[in-house]
């Protein structure tokens, strides 16, 4: 690592010392930052446990295709105004409602970047769910719609605010397991026939851009630095028509300029751990599991002893410090530590290891 590379480290780890951001801004608990959950799923059910657990993050509105159902649901829940539900249709009246801040996009991948110019246009900042889109071309159009409109932008990359993650990052930037040489991770899960997932018109991709995309975004933010040459392989043994539109497994490899190099793999089709390794030349630490939502445990060698730290917090501890790190950008005019500008990087390294499998891109 040099020391452009361990500067940064150091400073992104020491300013997160495990505190939740709302303790480092008092102020903003009687300020709460209203978001609008659009598309009630199963990780806007998440987002809006998290928020009920915060005192500077609130849901206020809600964008669903039921309004009658889920919406009256969830309202009643969190004691939101009937007024304040909308539907895809009549979302962008959701400019005049003072009470929403910001919009969280839990939507299936393709209709990530429709509702985050959208949201834009509505004078709204956008916390949206990863990949930030399913091509480069959307996240730059994304990108553009929100500067045009003066809103931040944050890609819902949950790991970069999870405490275990950030001591890992902080013995890196120690330099307790020496230059780093390699990593190696995987995600993997099995996943149901029917579901939009499955499909290239909302998944975009498969396993790749909704799995993979965890240890290609972790990899990328701890290297701090652009992966340049691919290998990769797809591969689909599951000849049953699950996997008619999207690959089931991808297995690649990124060098990055340094000459660090990673190899991951990520499947729909297979058990197998959610990890990530990081190799130097003195030590070494795995986290397994790394991308669950908790639990994510760390164990290595760094600095001559053993390592062995079972993570702290629970569901959803890791959506509650997103949505307040987002708060505390809105409320103090500060950037993301995860903006859209990642969220391109890891879709053109996307593309870039599609095309070196020979599949087709979004
Ligand atoms: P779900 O299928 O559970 O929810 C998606 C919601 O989007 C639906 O419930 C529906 O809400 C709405 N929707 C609108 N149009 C459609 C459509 N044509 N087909 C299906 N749903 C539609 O998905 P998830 O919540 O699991 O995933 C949503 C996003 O969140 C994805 O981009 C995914 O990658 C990301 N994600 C991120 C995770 C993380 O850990 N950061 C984990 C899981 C997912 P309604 O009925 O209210 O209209």
Not at 43 to 65: E, N, P, Y
Request: net charge neutral; proline share 6%.
């Amino acid at each position: 690592m040099d020391r452009r590379e361990f500067a940064k480290l150091s400073a992104f780890a020491l300013a997160w010392t495990g505190l939740p951001s709302y303790a480092q801004i008092p102020a903003l608990s009687h300020n709460p930052v209203g978001y609008a959950a659009i598309g009630l799923g199963s990780i806007s059910d998440i987002f809006m446990r998290a928020c009920a657990q915060s005192q500077t993050a609130k849901v206020t509105a809600l964008v669903t295709g039921h309004p009658d159902t889920k919406g009256a649901k969830y309202a009643a829940m969190y004691g939101i105004p009937k007024t304040s539900i909308y539907t895809y249709e009549t979302f962008d009246r959701i400019l005049d409602n003072k009470d929403v801040d910001a919009v969280y996009v839990g939507l299936p991948n393709s209709m990530h970047c429709e509702y985050t110019v959208r949201a834009a246009q509505a004078a709204k900042h956008v916390l949206c769910e990863k990949p930030m889109a399913v091509s480069s071309r959307e996240c730059r159009q994304m990108i553009d719609a929100c500067r045009q409109a003066r809103v931040k932008l944050m890609i819902g990359y949950r790991v970069h605010y999870d405490p275990t993650w950030l001591q890992a990052i902080q013995i890196l930037a120690s330099g307790e397991i020496g230059q780093l040489q390699s990593f190696q991770g995987g995600f993997f899960a099995q996943l149901p026939a029917g579901a939009w997932r499955l499909t290239r018109k909302l998944g975009g991709g498969g396993a790749l851009m909704d799995l993979g995309i965890y240890p290609l975004n972790a990899i990328r933010h701890i290297a701090a630095e652009e992966p340049t040459d691919f290998t990769a392989v797809l591969a689909t043994r599951d000849r049953g028509g699950r996997f008619s539109e999207v690959e089931q497994s991808m297995e690649w490899t990124m060098k990055f300029p340094s000459g660090i190099v990673a190899s991951c793999g990520c499947s729909y089709g297979q058990r197998g751990p959610s990890f990530l390794t990081l190799n130097g030349e003195k030590g070494y630490l795995v986290m397994e599991p790394a991308f669950n939502y908790d639990g994510v445990h760390l164990r290595g060698e760094a600095g001559g002893r053993p390592i062995d730290q079972p993570g702290a917090g629970k569901l959803p501890f890791q959506f509650t410090l997103e949505a307040e790190h987002f708060a505390s950008c809105i409320r103090n005019n500060t950037q993301p530590e995860s903006p859209g500008e990642e969220g391109l990087k890891d879709m053109l390294a996307i593309e870039a290891i599609y095309k070196a499998a020979g599949a087709p891109i979004a």
